[in-house]
């Protein structure tokens, strides 16, 4: 029997891998867009649908608008919640980050509610709801962030995307404790990186990726980590918290943590060449009077730069069984596609 399931997200980053991973799987992937005319933006999932067992569907719905998720809920097992946006610098943070990301879980989970099929939700999160600044790690005296961990310093004026990801991530668990028909599972992953398979997507590492190969930060980088997960492994730890009966709570993904300037140095490697990268790290003073240029402001400079960052992914290699891929692969793959 095909089992049928959601996908919000599906025509982006990270949900176009999870759609390719379930119709190879042989699942009924019903994946929801804005627009069904714009056939543009869903075609490479059609694509993808090619010599698998697999079937696709295409929902109209919007986040913002209660119900819209409601039909194409109903027959579904397993809903992923993927949909949500992931800007940096946004003129609005209320209206382009916190109410979409808000408003969207409690539509889809209200669906899922309404549903009669529904049995579990897999909703994509971040390390941003675990941690606001990489400073509360060393004030915390912490070795390594852990699903324990809360972000409680974020706000809509200070670190607006991870604030976002903070109240809607505490909405689905509110929602989930509520009610007994489906069980919820979070993945936190951190920074994914990784190749695209879409040509449309607005992801902030894929345009972080991009300004290293045009040379934006070719003066210098600050001295600031990320974490760093390839985007096949997010993925496929979608499809095994579906089906992982076992599954349960919040996961963090993350590899490695490398600094920017260590990411520059992956990407010479994989080029053959430094022109245009980085090759020195930026004074912190000289970061806070120009952060302005790149949209980071003084209080994220204090609270960001020079600080060690860690998250320990032993959940996800116990429980989902993920193998984290190379970080060379990733970066490699990530590095050739984008300089085609």
Not at 163 to 179: D, G, I, P, R, T
Not at 224 to 253: C, W
Request: aromatic letters at 8%; one cysteine or more; glycine letters at 8%.
């Amino acid at each position: 029997m095909q089992l049928t399931v959601l996908l919000t997200g599906g025509t982006g980053y990270i949900g176009s891998w999870i759609c390719k991973y379930l119709l190879e799987a042989g699942y009924r992937v019903r994946v929801t867009v804005r627009d069904l005319g714009k056939t543009e933006k869903f075609a490479h999932l059609k694509a993808l649908e090619t010599g698998t067992q697999g079937a696709l569907e295409f929902w109209e719905a919007d986040l913002l608008k209660p119900g819209q998720y409601d039909a194409a809920a109903q027959g579904c097992e397993t809903i992923f919640h993927v949909a949500s946006p992931f800007m940096l610098q946004v003129k609005d943070a209320q209206k382009d980050l916190v109410d979409p990301a808000l408003l969207g879980t409690r539509n889809v989970l209200e669906a899922a509610n309404r549903s009669g099929t529904v049995k579990k939700v897999v909703l994509t999160s971040s390390v941003a709801s675990i941690y606001g600044d990489i400073k509360e790690m060393t004030d915390l005296g912490l070795d390594a962030f852990t699903e324990a961990n809360w972000n409680t310093t974020s706000s809509v004026k200070h670190q607006p995307y991870s604030y976002s990801k903070v109240l809607a991530e505490k909405a689905a668990w509110e929602m989930a404790n509520a009610q007994n028909q489906w069980k919820l599972v979070v993945l936190n992953p951190s920074f994914v990186m990784g190749p695209s398979l879409t040509d449309n997507s607005d992801s902030e590492s894929i345009t972080m990726m991009k300004d290293y190969l045009k040379g934006k930060f070719a003066t210098g980088v600050p001295n600031v980590e990320f974490g760093l997960v390839d985007v096949r492994d997010v993925a496929l730890a979608h499809v095994r918290a579906a089906e992982n009966p076992l599954a349960e709570g919040r996961t963090i993904l993350s590899n490695i943590s490398v600094s920017m300037l260590e990411m520059s140095k992956m990407i010479k490697k994989v080029r053959g060449s430094g022109r245009g990268l980085p090759f020195m790290i930026a004074p912190k003073f000289v970061i806070k009077l120009i952060g302005f240029l790149f949209g980071i402001t003084a209080e994220f400079v204090e609270k960001n730069v020079n600080y060690p960052l860690r998250f320990d992914n032993t959940k996800s290699k116990q429980m989902l069984g993920i193998e984290y891929r190379p970080i060379e692969e990733t970066m490699g793959d990530m590095v050739r596609q984008l300089s085609k």
